[in-house]
Nanobody, 124 residues
Framework: QLQASGGGLVQAGGSLRLSCVVSGSPFDDYIIGWFRQATGKEREEVSC????????YYADSVKGRFTISSDNAKNTVYLQMNSLNPEDSAVYSCAAVPLHRGWISFMMHDMDSWGKGTLVTVSS
């Protein structure tokens, strides 16, 4: 199971840190990804990290502003979001897929487990 938290209302230029706690399954050998879906738009992949933290990915739209990290002792993945703008407003969800399924599963949104999303609203 995955549980995302940390969303809220922030002004443009502000920051938020999202957390995704993974429970019920071994944290090792997974890719944990963040996705977002704005009202009226399709879901898009934002960032992901391998459980060893040796590999990360960022969508071009967030590269340089968002940072993904993991704390294996806490079975938690974080998404630090800086320099937020109104276009970042969306429901953010985290999801997991076994590492052996590869990045293609993340890019295709073919994840095994999805957590309930957390709403991020950026005001202009």
């Amino acid at each position: 199971q995955l549980q995302a938290s940390g969303g809220g209302l922030v002004q443009a230029g502000g920051s938020l840190r999202l957390s995704c706690v993974v429970s019920g399954s071994p944290f090792d050998d997974y890719i944990i990804g963040w996705f977002r879906q704005a009202t009226g738009k399709e879901r898009e992949e934002v960032s992901c990290i391998s459980s060893s933290a040796s590999l990360t990915y960022y969508a071009d739209s967030v590269k340089g502003r968002f940072t993904i990290s993991s704390d294996n002792a806490k079975n938690t993945v974080y998404l630090q979001m800086n320099s937020l703008n109104p276009e970042d407003s969306a429901v953010y969800s985290c999801a997991a897929v076994p590492l052996h399924r590869g990045w293609i599963s993340f890019m295709m949104h073919d994840m095994d487990s999805w957590g309930k999303g957390t709403l991020v609203t950026v005001s202009s």
